[in-house]
C-alpha cells in the first residue's frame, strides 16, 4: 500500500501543474486575442484599444494571478468587470453589436480550446 502513495502523489501532482500550465496558455492567448483586436474595448464607457485593453488585463492578472487558477476565473476576476466601478468591460467590434467583454472572451477560449483539443 505505501508504495502506492508516492506515485499517485506524483501523479496528481504532476497533473495540477499540467492543469496550471494549460490555464496559463489560456490566459497568455486570451490577453493576445485582446491586444491584435481591432476591437474597441469599453471601460467605465471610455474606450480603449487593443493594446490598451491588453495590458490593463494582464496588470490586473499579475495583481491576482494568486487567486486565478484557470481562465474562466482570469476572465471573471481580471477581464470583465472594474474593480473601482464594478460596471462590466464592453467591447465594441467594427460592425457588431457591443457585447459584455466576459462574454467575448469566453468566446475567444471556446474557440482557442477547440483548436487546441
Known amino acids: 500500500m505505501k508504495r502506492l502513495v508516492l506515485p499517485a502523489a506524483l501523479f496528481l501532482a504532476f497533473s495540477a501543474g499540467c492543469a496550471l500550465a494549460d490555464s496559463r496558455a489560456e490566459i497568455a492567448a486570451l490577453i493576445d486575442a485582446v ?35 484557470s481562465a474562466e476565473d482570469f476572465i471573471d476576476r481580471a477581464a470583465s ?5 464594478g460596471k462590466p468591460y464592453e467591447i465594441a467590434c467594427p460592425g457588431q453589436p457591443v457585447v459584455a467583454a466576459a462574454d467575448w472572451l469566453r468566446a475567444r477560449l471556446r474557440e482557442w480550446r477547440q483548436l487546441h483539443k
Not at 81 to 85: E, F, K
Open 35 to 69: 491586444r491584435v483586436s481591432p476591437c474597441q474595448f469599453l471601460r467605465n464607457g471610455d474606450p480603449h484599444n487593443g493594446i490598451e485593453a491588453a495590458d490593463h488585463i494582464a496588470a490586473k492578472y499579475r495583481h491576482f494571478e494568486d487567486e486565478i487558477a
Open 81 to 85: 468587470r472594474s474593480l473601482i466601478s
